[in-house]
């Protein structure tokens, strides 16, 4: 298995997407973000980033299925929150 920094790298999504996570990067609060997006249990940045990269994969698979339970806003949030953790993995931290 590959380690989540190098699955996050491999990712090709549309560039709307990605441009429109890389707007929101900066204002990323992990303490507020992942209990609401993966739940309330305490994570280190490479446990959260795999549990945000499942989701990730669902709902990509809802985006390319094209069906009417899709939202592109969460799934920005979802983009921004893996964009964070992994800047805290190559940082070598959580703050």
Sequence with gaps: MQDPLSRIAALRRPRLLVDAARFGVDLYDRSTALPRLIGP???????????????????????????ADYRPARHVEIMVA?????????RGGVS
């Design 82 to 90: 893996l964009m964070g953790e992994a800047r805290l993995l190559r």
């Design 41 to 67: 249990a305490a994570r280190g940045p490479a446990q959260a980033a795999v549990a945000l990269l499942e989701r990730e994969g669902d709902i990509e698979a809802r985006r390319r299925a094209g069906t």
